[in-house]
């Protein structure tokens, strides 16, 4: 049966919750005012309000001077609180940074400045995603007076793809705690999700023969696709491959020869009778291997096809293709 049905005021709650979220702007850059930030009572507060009603009621009955005056003490300083934990977050400007790609089940990390343009600090200042469970989701900060601060959010997105940045939430209590203050913030930014790299990878797939180079077979697979051999007295240090020297621990050349007959190929359709996804991942834990022989390779992919090369700007071009394929 659906969970609504059973909760109909937990669906309503997360259907309204819904369509104002949706109602806000997208932004990578907020600036709090009056119209974003929304002010309650906490638990304390309630109960504070509760003692001075009833020390209210109390003076009232016996005539208690000293009673009120305790009584008007405690709801000015609330009143106080409740002004000054207002402007704690009225006028703070938010600013989200551009967030590096991850890989699916690892966190996220989002980069937010905090920046205060009045002459006083703000104190106590918690910023978390919006949705997040878990206890230890707040990070806290105090902006100093006409500076910044900068706050690092975490978040784990659970599969790869494009995704919009999730809804952050920023909230204050200083100084008493028994008022809540909060924003919501949907910023505009994507955060790009590579496929999770398989643990244990077979070795790479054996090398294609080039177009043109003479070669009528596929090398035979040692293991690995390398492209490498044991190194030879005289051979000039620009063929060492040092990468793959301090993996295995000797010394070893780039083959020239056989680098000029097969290259390597990161095939979608040679992977084996597995999903999509572990394909995806498998193919993601082979450029990342290659990446760190320092081999040149090339990726084919159902729409997609990348012509060989190495270094870091071709690694996350393939990555990104793996995530948005």
């Known amino acids: ?14 259907r309204f919750r819904q369509w104002w ?21 906490t638990r304390p507060g309630f109960m504070m309000g509760a003692t001075m009603l009833l020390l209210l009621v109390a003076s009232i009955n016996y005539q208690l001077n000293l009673g009120y005056l305790l009584t008007f003490l405690l709801a000015g300083s609330a009143v106080v609180g409740m002004h000054v934990c207002h402007g704690t977050l009225r006028g703070l400007t938010m600013n989200l940074l551009p967030t590096d790609p991850q890989f699916a089940g ?44 900068t706050v690092h959010v975490a978040f784990k997105p659970d599969r790869r793809g494009l995704h919009r940045t999730p809804a952050l939430t920023a909230e204050t209590r200083f100084p008493l705690g028994t008022f809540r203050v909060w924003t919501v913030w949907r910023p505009a930014a994507q955060v790009l999700v590579y496929p999770r790299p398989e643990p244990f990878p077979p070795p790479l797939p054996p090398g294609e023969p080039r177009a043109g180079g003479g070669a009528t077979t596929r090398a035979q697979s040692t293991g690995e696709f390398d492209g490498v051999r044991a190194y030879r007295r005289g051979d000039p240090l620009k063929l060492v491959v040092w990468k793959k020297a301090a993996k295995a621990d000797q010394l070893v050349s780039r083959d020239t020869q056989q680098a000029q007959r097969y290259e390597l190929w990161l ?21 990342i291997q290659a990446d760190k022989l320092g081999l040149d ?27 948005t394929c």
């Not at 806000?24 to 309650?40: C, F, G, K, S, W």
């Not at 095939?267 to 450029?287: C, I, P, Y």
């Not at 012509?307 to 690694?315: D, I, S």
């Open 1 to 14: 049966m659906n969970a609504g049905v059973l909760n109909p005021v937990g669906f309503a709650r997360r």
């Open 21 to 41: 979220q949706a109602r806000l702007p997208l932004t990578d850059t907020m600036t709090l005012t009056q119209r974003n930030v929304y002010i309650l009572p």
């Open 106 to 149: 690892s966190s996220a990390m989002l980069t937010v400045v905090l920046s205060n343009a009045r002459n006083s600090v703000r104190h106590g200042i918690g910023l978390a995603v919006l949705d997040a469970t878990h206890d230890d989701r707040w990070v806290w900060a105090d902006v100093p007076a006409q500076g910044s601060s």
């Open 267 to 287: 095939d979608f359709n040679q992977v084996g009778h597995v999903d999509t996804e572990h394909k995806l991942s498998r193919l993601a834990a082979w450029v």
């Open 297 to 323: 390779w090339g990726l084919r992919l159902p729409q997609t096809e990348i012509k060989p090369a190495c270094g870091e700007g071709h690694k996350r071009r393939c990555l990104e293709a793996l995530a």
